[in-house]
């Protein structure tokens, strides 16, 4: 239902963004009031898509570690005696779990599928570090150097945020860019676990390099 609900904002803010940009290039300037509803809608969107991906993660990752700890089924027995069918969340759960159990190749899929959302996700959680706390994702007592900084995408008139770490802008993200790069996650072969750990090893280093903070995973 969230994956449904997320898509339908995405359709609608593409509407939204297109009459930003007709307007920036028309008229060099975008009203107050439109600006002002693009960006909450952008953020309400962005923050949206951080906690269905978060949760799918988590989801995910509990689901393995019963997996490789031989505890799937008692987490079943457990799920399928809380209520009964009235607990319809719980049965839900329990027969996600029992698809897990039956199908070797669905496990093999759910890894491969936690890599290819790994980057896009520590994209958008940095972005929803940077606007909600303004700090620096992974960074304790961080403080963002341009929180929630965005500029208009004249091509697409979605909003461009700048991601940076202390005085290092290391890249530059639109809500559009993130929409297709959702969109393009099942295209061609997953990362490998090494380019994954290649990832994480230059994020830590720029973590690291902060003057006066210290790196955490705790956020």
């Known amino acids: ?21 007709k307007e920036q290039i028309q008229n060099d300037r975008v009203p107050i009031d ?7 809608q952008t953020q309400m969107w962005l923050f949206a898509v951080y906690e269905l991906l978060r949760t799918w993660r988590q ?35 329990a027969r996600q779990l029992e698809a897990v159990r039956d199908d070797p190749i669905l496990v093999e899929n759910l890894r491969s599928d936690q890599r290819r959302v790994h980057v896009i996700f520590g994209t958008i959680e940095a ?6 706390k303004h700090e620096v994702a992974g960074v304790r007592n961080s403080i963002a150097h341009m929180p929630g900084y965005a500029r208009l995408d004249l091509m ?43 990832y994480e090893e230059a994020m830590k280093a720029m973590r690291a390099g902060l003057p006066g903070f210290h790196f955490s995973r705790e956020f």
């Open 1 to 21: 239902m969230q994956v449904t609900n997320v898509a339908i904002v995405d359709d609608f803010l593409m509407q939204v963004e297109a009459e930003a940009a």
């Open 34 to 40: 439109q600006l002002v509803f693009l960006t909450a």
């Open 127 to 132: 972005l929803r570090v940077s606007i909600a």
């Open 156 to 198: 697409t008139g979605s909003l461009n945020y700048e991601l940076s770490m202390g005085p290092v802008i290391y890249d530059y993200v639109s809500r559009r860019g993130i929409a297709d790069g959702i969109r393009a996650i099942l295209d061609g072969d997953p990362p490998t676990v090494e380019n994954i750990a290649s």
């Open 59 to 93: 989801r995910v990752s509990d689901a393995l570690k019963l997996h490789i700890n031989g505890g799937l089924q008692l987490k079943i027995d457990h799920l399928r005696k809380r209520d009964g069918p009235a607990d319809f969340g719980s049965q839900i759960r």
